[in-house]
């Protein structure tokens, strides 16, 4: 099982910035796509952006111009760059990445235990 650690949250001002982390680690395992999704109170969990390997990008349209997400290959680190944070931003932000043993085998999937981001307006 891969592990995944995140790191990065905390409280800001509403027009703040934040990065994430998430660091990967585990024994013989490729990296598929990372990604990042939040949970606000009372809310479902929601996809906020993804990255392949190739670095291709997909971020959700509320977060767009706003939130920038990339990975470190080498590092088995994906990151959330998250620039004019808005209250509503508040939520738990949690880690997921795809992992592959074997290229003849489906992906397993991994989550991060999340980390709290609060803005205050």
């Known amino acids: 099982q891969v592990q995944l650690v995140e790191s990065g949250g905390g409280l800001v001002q509403a027009g703040g910035s934040l990065r994430l982390s998430c660091a990967a680690s585990g024994r013989r395992f490729s990296l598929g796509t990372m990604g990042w999704y939040r949970q606000a109170p009372g809310k479902q969990r929601e996809l906020v952006a993804t990255v392949t390997s190739g670095h291709s990008t997909n971020v959700t349209d509320s977060v767009k111009g706003r939130f920038t997400i990339f990975r470190d290959n080498a590092k088995n680190t994906v990151y959330l760059q998250m620039n004019s944070l808005k209250p509503e931003d508040t939520a738990v932000y949690y880690c997921?990445?795809?992992?592959?043993?074997?290229?003849?085998?489906?992906?397993?999937?991994?989550w991060g235990q999340g980390t709290q981001v609060t803005v205050s307006s």
């Open positions: 997921n990445a795809r992992y592959y043993y074997s290229i003849t085998k489906p992906p397993s999937e991994s």
